[in-house]
Structures are given as C-alpha cells and as structure tokens.
T-cell receptor, first 118, second 117 residues
Framework: AQKITQTQPGMFVQEKEAVTLDCTYDTSDPSYGLFWYKQPSSGEMIFLIY??????QNATEGRYSLNFQKARKSANLVISASQLGDSAMYFC???????????????FGQGTILTVHP | SAVISQKPSRDICQRGTSLTIQCQVDSQVTMMFWYRQQPGQSLTLIAT?????????ESGFVIDKFPISRPNLTFSTLTVSNMSPEDSSIYLC??????????????FGPGTRLLVL
C-alpha cells in the first residue's frame, strides 16, 4: 500500500487566492513526522513545513499551514494568498521513527504540480 | 539552519563512466542521506551515510554501484559507477536539522542533475 498519497496531479489557483494541496498517509507507527517540500523547475527541494504526530496544534510557517487531521490520516498543505512564484511541484513526505538507523528516511508522495495564474 | 551545497550542479556523462558528487554542509551533522529522483518521479532514498562507518543502503541499491564516503561530519560523496542512461536523475543529499526548532526538520542540497548518454 502507498504510504503517502497525493491525489491531485495538478492544481490551478488564481493569484492572491488560497489553495489546498491534499496528502493522506498510512502508518502504524505512533511516532512520525510529516513534511511538505516545494520543488521549482531548478530541481532543489525547499523545506516548507513540518508536523509531528504528537504536536497538538497545526503547524504554520508564514503563508503555509498544515491542516493535520490525525484520525483521518491527512496532512493537507494550505497556501494562503498565492503568488506567481508559488508555481512549482509540491511533495508531501513522511518520516517514521521505526525506520531505525535510517531515521532520516523520508517516504515521498508523487507530488502535485501547482500553477498560479495572474 | 545550516547551508548545504553540492558539486557539480549538473553533468552530462558517457555510459560506462563514473561520476562523484560532493555534498558539503556548513555545520556538523551526524547523518547524511543520499536520494535519487528519476525523471518525472518522486524521491527515493539510496543510502544513509554516517561518519566513521559504512553507509547503509536501501533495498535495490548496492555499494558497488553507489559507493559513498563520509570522511567527516560536514562532507560526503556519492559516486555513480559504470553509468547507464537509466542513471539519469537528480541526485540530492540531505541532512536532519541539528538543534532547537530545526531538530526535526530535514533539508536538501540543491541537487545534481545527471544525464547519461
């Protein structure tokens, strides 16, 4: 089974509007972390936001917020006030504690291409 | 947060040759990780590199094909050996944040775009 599922291959949003990128995950590990990264056409992976499984509050970083619904195993990324520079591929990823010595191993979803229109 | 750099940023290589990719972090980190992103695909972990010990490889990746060095806490190299066109990918190094609010985060280098002809 897929550990990280991003069901939206592509999303479009008007500049200055908000957009939600979906991510669901599957794990039986009680301790895990969820990440969102932005990958522009240059190929670099830009860290956006992190949510720990024990964090009580949803993570926020500037215009990015993570809508964490633990019971539903979803970790959607909300981008407020979209900008043209937000156009990129966005990846959701998970790190499980039980990955042991590879506790830095991220499992990635397939990504969502976001296009911001002027 | 620390700064991470990779060299080369891109390269075009002939099949059968090898390329060594360097990753430099501006602070000491315990574990470094090497990922591969094949065209149009997501990222896959190749191996975990600890200083002073052999790298730990993920299923489907072997040391003969992807030898890794980790001579100190700020530097690592990944070699892609005996390359074929299927090795054309972006290769990225990664590390975990080391302190404070960055301890749980994970950062990536700018990546090395490799094209094998």
């Amino acid at each position: 089974a897929q550990k990280i599922t991003q069901t939206q291959p592509g999303m479009f949003v008007q500049e200055k509007e908000a957009v939600t990128l979906d991510c669901t995950y599957d794990t039986s590990d009680p301790s895990y972390g969820l990440f969102w990264y932005k990958q522009p056409s240059s190929g670099e992976m830009i860290f956006l936001i992190y949510q720990g499984s024990y964090d009580q509050q949803n993570a926020t970083e500037g215009r990015y917020s993570l809508n964490f619904q633990k019971a539903r195993k979803s970790a959607n990324l909300v981008i407020s006030a979209s900008q043209l520079g937000d156009s990129a591929m966005y990846f959701c990823a998970m790190r499980e504690r039980r990955s042991g010595t590879s506790y830095g191993k991220l499992t990635f979803g397939q990504g969502t291409i976001l296009t911001v229109h002027p | 947060s620390a700064v991470i750099s990779q060299k080369p940023s891109r390269d075009i290589c002939q099949r059968g040759t090898s390329l060594t990719i360097q990753c430099q972090v501006d602070s000491q980190v315990t574990m470094m990780f090497w990922y591969r992103q094949q065209p149009g695909q997501s990222l896959t972990l190749i191996a975990t590199a600890n200083q002073g010990s052999e790298a730990t490889y993920e299923s489907g990746f072997v040391i003969d094909k992807f030898p890794i060095s980790r001579p100190n806490l700020t530097f690592s190299t990944l070699t892609v050996s005996n390359m074929s066109p299927e090795d054309s990918s972006i290769y990225l190094c990664s590390f975990r944040g080391t302190s404070g609010r960055f301890r749980e985060t994970q950062y990536f280098g700018p990546g090395t775009r490799l094209l094998v002809l």
